[in-house]
């Protein structure tokens, strides 16, 4: 090997032209838009470059949307350097600091000041962005600084930073370290963490020279991802002198193949391997923000591929247009359109396995309070480990993708294969990835400009080569786990839960204690009601009912057979009258004729009741009184059934029952009922036996008794007459079969069986009636 440093492109890029760095102020007029206001280091005196090159979009660059609702903001952007004296032009890079203050603080407010807020910004343009990490914070504190002045016409600070940046140019300080481009863009350790197992897919993307749009509304982050991204690929960020326009291809035509190889020097190597592999080549464009009015560089057709950010989201309207693939930053999502890129970026299970490692370290040792950092302070999880990680990746996929050609082009020479590899070792990258890389313009380039051996130098092999085992398994498992987030899920899940349920309980127990207090006032009014209810039947009862109501079972009597009581005793007056008027005439009928005969009239005894072929007086008078007394008994037919009960229960018990007798003369005729009292009542059979005036069976009179002396003529109408108005007389339902009688006590010892039930089958005023008659009609004829 020789010793001579080989012609690199690095080395053929330091040939570039010598550029100054220029600083310019922008300013946001309130009626003009975006204008630049000042420059700083532009020579002649006067000279304006953004005139005299044509970017009159760099204040749009320099402010960038959405710019106004932050304090402070960066933004990153390219600008094209036409060539002179027709030569080929060159990319520059802007970064600008972008900041704002209230018009009423300024010591002097311009008559232009007319909006309530003034917003400017810094620019620095360089022909590198591999200073930019230490450049923004020089910029950042001039800038604020500057403000801090509230006198925007004191730019001195200004005119020595850009003195400054020339004296270090001049000086060549900014050339001694050219690795500088690590310190450029968002840490890595924060790229893989946020994008995981997709980092490696948007690097594999970046060389497939799609159209990548990356959108955010941060510029800041917008920009930095861009190129942390892009400084994945070892020395591209020393190499982006075509990235400004389509039409640029430089780096091709100063690119030489090396012929030598130093292993000792790191630069040496990449350089022989073909690295950086060139994607922006002619037709790409890198653009880490661009404004809309760049839309139609992009949908120019000499346009083919570029990487470019935006924050307007007018672009994910037409994200079909101009993407190919679309990284949302604020919603952290990938979404790819084509077809054909979808397929060939579908990451292989040796690829799955070592963005894993990578991402499981990262993950391992991560630390909140400074993300850039691991917190063990290790190597392991660093972002130069991340960096090698991946120069050790893109060294292999390069060795495979050679010695895929060679066994292409040898395949019918066995001893042309490696004894040690087996197979093509390509496949573990995945083949349709390598199908259409071999496609693309940097593949192109680099092919053609290094050694079909590199496989000699670097093992073509994958860094995580295999099948699928049982711990890629458990990783990937583990991985998606993470990724999606449970432990915070179940946290916020769990607090949400349990709000839910506190606030459950507290309407559940309103509704119950509500309906409680609703079932309680228900059952208050409803209470309320019946006890109304009851208080008003009992005062209808009490006004109904008789007022003594603990005396005799004759003053019972019941409501519903009231109105029945008058109806009966107008009956029962009726009957007495008659029969006390038929019996008066009796009387005095039987006085004279007994007035002829013996002086001492007999003892009156109880006599059978003459046959119906007795005499004519005693017919007449028998079947008289029977008709009358059976229209009596007629016009009591409505008396109760139940009253009809209890009249035989007591009769039935008076046959077989021996009453005490009294002498004649004092034995009154014992009523064993009142039909005025008990005719429609309640009164029970055990009642009327218990009564006070015993029953006693009724006998018909004997034809030996007598009227004893003194008894006067209407002697028998007293008796009727009393039974008809004491209370004690028993009325029994009636039907019609029965007769209503009237039971008198009497003595008599020679009675028979078939006496007393003749004389129970006839009425006592029609036997008394019939047993006068009987005798008054033998004392005429006497």
């Known amino acids: 090997m ?28 309130h009626a003009r838009g975006p204008e630049v206001e000042k420059w700083f280091g532009a020579e002649p005196e006067g000279f304006d470059p953004a005139v005299e090159y044509d ?3 760099l204040p749009f660059m320099a402010l960038s949307d959405g710019a106004h609702a932050l304090t402070e903001d960066f933004s990153y952007f390219t600008l094209l350097k036409p060539g002179e ?9 802007g970064i600008s600091c972008t900041r704002q203050m209230d018009a009423s603080l300024l010591l002097s407010r311009p008559a232009e000041v007319t909006r309530s807020t003034v917003q400017k910004a810094v620019v620095v343009i360089a022909d590198s962005p591999q200073y930019f990490g230490m450049l923004r914070e020089r910029l950042s504190v001039v800038t604020k600084a500057w403000f801090a002045q509230r006198e925007f016409t004191d730019v001195e600070i200004l005119k020595r930073f850009q003195e400054s940046l020339a004296d270090e140019k001049e000086r060549g300080m900014m050339n001694e370290d050219e690795d500088r481009d690590q310190y450029l863009g968002l840490s890595l350790r924060e790229l893989v963490r946020e994008f995981k197992w997709q980092t490696l897919v948007l690097l594999k993307c970046c060389l497939l020279q799609p159209k990548m749009l990356f959108f955010g509304t941060r510029c800041e982050r917008l920009c930095l991802t861009q190129f942390s991204l892009v400084s994945l690929i070892p020395g591209l960020l020393r190499n982006l002198q075509d990235s400004a326009g389509p039409d640029l291809n430089n780096y091709e035509k100063n690119l030489q193949q090396p012929t030598s190889l130093r292993t000792s020097d790191r630069n040496s ?21 661009t404004p809309l009015q760049q839309l139609d560089i992009l949908a120019d057709f000499g346009t083919k591929s570029y990487i470019v950010g935006s ?23 990938i979404n790819i359109t084509s077809t054909s890129l979808k397929a060939a970026l579908q990451l292989s299970t040796p690829d799955r396995r070592w963005i894993d490692f990578i991402t499981q370290n990262v993950n391992d040792t991560w630390d909140e309070a400074n993300p850039s950092r691991p917190k063990t302070m290790g190597y392991v999880g660093s972002e130069e480990f991340i960096r090698v990680q991946f120069e050790e990746y893109l060294l292999s996929l390069i060795s495979s993708v050679k010695y895929h050609n060679h066994l292409a082009k040898h395949a019918n020479n066995p001893r042309m294969l490696l004894p040690y590899i087996e197979g093509d070792p390509s496949t573990d990258f995945g083949s349709d990835f390598v199908e259409a890389w071999s496609r693309t313009e940097n593949y192109r380039i680099w092919n053609s400009h290094t050694d079909s051996h590199l496989f000699d130098i670097v093992e073509p092999k994958h860094p995580c080569a295999g099948g699928l085992t049982i711990e890629d398994v458990q990783r990937r498992i583990t991985q998606q786990v993470q990724d999606m987030h449970w432990d915070e899920r179940f946290a916020q899940g769990k607090e949400v839960l349990g709000r839910n349920l506190a606030a459950g309980k507290v309407k559940a127990s309103t509704i119950f204690n509500k309906l409680y207090a609703d079932m309680e006032a228900l059952r208050e009014t409803q209470r309320k009601k019946a006890e109304e209810a009851r208080c008003e039947q009992e005062k209808a009862a009490s006004q109904q009912q008789p007022e003594n109501r603990g005396g005799s079972p004759d003053s019972t009597a019941s409501k519903a057979t009231q109105p029945l009581q008058p109806a009966t005793q107008s009956v029962g007056s009726k009957a007495g009258a008659f029969v006390n008027s038929w019996a008066t005439w009796a009387g005095e009928k039987r006085r ?19 046959e119906s072929s007795n005499g004519g007086g005693g017919g007449w008078a028998s079947g008289w009184v029977k008709n009358k007394n059976r229209q009596s008994q007629m016009s009591t037919m409505s008396v109760t059934s139940v009253d009809g009960m209890l009249e035989k229960d007591i009769k039935s018990d008076a046959r077989n029952s021996t009453y005490s007798r009294l002498p004649e003369e004092k034995q009154p005729l014992a009523v064993v009922g009142n039909r005025d009292s008990v005719a429609g009542s309640s009164i029970s059979g ?6 006070p005036v015993t029953a006693r069976k009724s006998r018909p009179l004997s034809q030996e008794s007598t009227i004893p002396e003194g008894q006067e003529s209407g002697g028998i109408d007293n ?22 009688g009237v039971e008198v006590g009497g003595k008599d010892d020679d009675i028979n069986d078939e006496g007393e039930e003749e004389a129970q089958k006839t009425p006592l005023p029609a036997r008394i009636a019939a047993d006068e008659a009987a005798k008054a009609q033998s004392a005429w004829e006497r």
Request: hydrophobic share 30%.
């Open 2 to 29: 020789s010793s001579s440093v080989p012609p690199t492109p690095t080395t053929a890029a330091s040939a570039r032209p010598h550029f100054t760095p220029l600083v310019c102020i922008v300013d946001f007029h």
């Open 55 to 57: 970017w009159g979009l």
């Open 85 to 93: 004296d027709g030569g080929t032009g060159t990319s520059l890079f």
């Open 269 to 289: 190597l990449l350089a022989y391997m073909g690295l950086p592999l060139q994607i922006f080549p002619k037709g790409s464009l890198f653009g880490p923000y």
């Open 311 to 333: 924050t307007n989201s007018l672009l994910l309207q037409q994200k079909d247009r101009y993407s190919d693939i679309l990284i949302n930053l604020d919603e952290g999502t």
């Open 592 to 610: 004279k004729a007994w007035g002829s005969g013996s002086s001492t009239p007999p003892t009156p005894t109880a006599a059978s009741p003459p």
């Open 686 to 691: 055990d009642s009327l036996l218990e009564s």
């Open 719 to 740: 008796v009727v007459s009393s039974s008809s108005a004491s209370k004690e007389k028993k009325q029994g339902p009636v039907n019609g079969n029965e007769s209503l």
